[in-house]
């Protein structure tokens, strides 16, 4: 992912002036809401002068709606109407949330939207609404820090979340009532935060460890652009596991079983949470909990997270394999998310990348920090020369051609926002209506890629195959979100579909979508070249016949005929091989055969064309 930088035109309002903005970090275990003031960026706190917002909703039968600690509060005794972790099943489909590895207790029930909506005692909630109602407290605190309406968010997502993710999450900030500057990935944000993005070089590793998801972010920084290297992590790894690997141990001491009623394993869960955050500023700690009290030391939770943190940095150092690099070659480390507080996190850190990592700034305020410098300078509160940033599409983007072919449009790692338009034709004479089925991936047959959407051009008016010109445009906007338009250009026929797929793909899978076209690369060209074959012979047999139809009685002499039915029934079968040489020397032959009643049939609509006309006419060009 590459991230360059262009000069924004507006210039600096009076002070006075300043655009109320804000950087949202909408995280799936907390999320919290930053601005710039007086040049200075902060968070915003609540009522009760915390920063961080639960990401938590709880339901009742009232229709009555919390959110945040309170709702958090809910979890232990009404768990099924109490929604944690909403961010997983953002943009996600029901096939995806099977493997989601989470064992959320949630009832899921399929909607129209192609997300899954959870089943509570209010009805049935969608991922989107969910969030919007997190986001609602978050703009509702900035409008009140900030003394008036927002003009806009700046809301920060993973750097792998695809189309559909980040489209459920502009979703939810719109119905929240916040217009979406930009959605920025999370990882960049940090790196902005750190100034990172103003001069010097490098590379900078971001490892974000949160509450239930673990990224790590390699990106290089050169002239002021930062470049995504490659992104790894683990989607079901975050300090949720260290509380369930503490929680285990009390149950242990407390003499219980395994089979723990869901009230004592959410006690035991809340009281692991505290007693671990406790230990990132003090060595002990003491705990009472189920009927067993006691101290807990700091080495005894570095003893039962120690084998999560090291699945953390051998995902680190796959993750720079990826990129080519050593962790000598890592210039800056920034530690994003609350798990990086736990001390055992950021001397193993240390130790593997062999450097103090950035800690200087809050990691669980970081992102959102990044984000608001970004929202500032989006509104025009900053002068001329500041930067905005720009990313790039992680997956090819491309429709459906003859023959189940994939045909790239926009090609992966080109930069956002994006414009491109290739013109098509239509494959039939009299043809009036053609499908466009939008295609994400990397390989060369549809049946490999990801299908995004279809739509239909229609009203297209009846011409010989190939005289249509149809222009199908791309535009990726500044999100990342696709617009694909298809216009008949003669007629002015017009068509298009704002891609929202239904489910979405996750950093493991685009991983495998881009592999895979790199182990099939030689089969998929093979592939391709049948396809095209077989197509170019269909199209001749179509072609052919109706020429000798139209014109074989009367251009061609028995045997003359004979022989080009013939030739049909060859290319007919021939069509079917699985080899696209021999095809090609078919479609050689064949169109040797015919070239004699092709050069007939040219005189002969020539010659009707010049009955009626003198020659003085034709010569002007008539
Ligand atoms: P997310 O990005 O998933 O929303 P956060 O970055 O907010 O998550 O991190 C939440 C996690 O951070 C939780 O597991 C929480 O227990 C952990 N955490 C918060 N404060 C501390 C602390 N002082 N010490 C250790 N872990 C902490
Ligand atoms: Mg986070």
Redesign the pocket.
């Known amino acids: 992912m590459v991230l360059l930088q262009i000069s924004e035109p507006g210039q600096s309002p009076e002070p006075h002036q300043r655009r109320r903005a804000v950087g949202i ?1 909408l ?5 919290l809401v930053a601005t710039v003031r007086s040049g200075t960026p902060e968070t915003l706190l609540d009522s009760e002068g915390q920063h ?1 917002l639960p ?1 938590v909703v709880h339901y009742s039968a009232t229709g009555e709606v919390t959110v945040g600690r309170r709702a958090y509060d809910r979890s232990a005794d009404d768990p099924l109407n109490t929604l944690v972790s909403v ?1 997983r099943f953002m943009g996600r489909g029901i096939e995806d949330i099977k493997t989601l590895g989470s064992q959320l207790p949630y009832d899921m029930v399929a909607s129209d939207s192609g997300m899954p909506n959870f089943k509570t005692v209010a009805g049935e909630i969608s991922p989107v609404a969910a969030s919007t109602e997190i986001l609602k407290v978050l703009v509702e605190r900035a409008e009140l820090a900030l003394d008036g309406r927002l003009e806009g968010a700046v809301v920060t997502v993973p750097a792998y979340f695809d189309e559909a993710q980040r489209q459920a999450t502009k979703d939810a900030a719109t119905l929240a009532g916040v217009k979406v500057l930009r959605l920025l990935s999370e990882p960049t944000a940090a790196a902005v935060a750190y100034g990172l993005d103003q001069g010097g070089e490098g590379v900078i590793a971001v490892y ?6 673990f990224d790590i972010s390699i990106l290089r920084l050169s002239h002021g652009v930062f470049e995504v290297l490659s992104t790894g992590g683990d989607s079901a790894l ?3 596991d ?2 369930r690997a503490l929680a285990q141990w009390f149950g242990q001491q407390a003499g219980l079983g395994d089979d723990l009623n869901p009230s004592v394993q959410r006690q035991l869960l809340m009281t692991a ?1 505290s007693a ?6 003090q060595p002990q700690v003491a705990v009472s909990v189920a009927g067993w009290t006691g101290e807990l030391k700091r080495e005894q939770l570095d003893s039962l997270i120690d084998p999560m943190i090291d699945k953390t940095l051998r995902a680190c150092r796959r993750c720079l394999r990826d990129a080519g690099l050593k962790p000598e070659d890592v210039a800056n480390v920034v530690m ?4 990086t ?2 001390l055992r996190v950021r001397e193993k850190v240390t130790e593997a990348f062999g450097r103090e990592p950035l800690v200087d700034i809050d ?2 305020r970081v992102v959102a920090i990044g984000a608001a410098l970004q929202a500032d300078v989006l509104v025009g509160n900053k002068p001329g020369d500041e930067m905005l940033l720009l990313d790039v599409i992680p997956l090819s983007l491309g429709i459906e051609t003859m023959g189940g072919l994939m045909e790239k449009i926009i090609h992966r790692n080109t930069t956002i926002p994006v414009a491109k338009a290739q013109d098509f034709t239509t494959f039939k004479d009299g043809q009036v209506a053609m499908a466009v089925h939008v295609l994400q991936g990397e390989r060369e047959l549809v049946s490999d890629s990801r299908s995004l959407a279809r739509f239909e051009l229609r009203g297209i008016p009846p011409m010989v195959a190939g005289a249509a010109k149809i222009r199908v445009g791309f535009r990726v906007d500044a999100d990342g979100l696709l617009n694909v338009s298809a216009k008949e250009l003669i007629s002015g026929v017009e068509a298009h579909v704002e891609v929202k797929p239904s489910y979405g793909l996750n950093d493991e899978e685009v991983t495998r979508m881009l592999k895979e076209s790199y182990t099939h690369a030689k089969g998929d060209m093979q592939a391709r070249a049948l396809r095209e074959q077989q197509v170019d012979a269909d199209r001749m047999y179509v072609d052919l016949q109706a020429a000798l139809e139209q014109d074989g009685r009367a251009l061609l002499n028995n045997e003359e005929y004979h022989c080009l039915e013939m030739a049909l029934v060859d290319l007919e079968r021939v069509r079917n091989s699985e080899n696209h040489r021999e095809i090609a020397r078919h479609i050689e032959v064949v169109s040797k055969t015919s070239e004699e009643f092709a050069a007939r049939r040219m005189n002969a609509s020539i010659q009707k064309a010049l009955t009626g006309h003198s020659l003085d006419e034709i010569e002007r060009g008539m």
Do not use: A, I, M, Y
Request: aromatic share 2%.
């Open positions: 970090d995280g799936t275990t907390n999320s961080l990401s961010k974000d460890l949160g509450g239930g998801t975050g300090g949720d260290f509380d949470r671990k955050e406790s230990l990132s500023t994003v998310g609350g798990s507080r736990t990691p669980d």
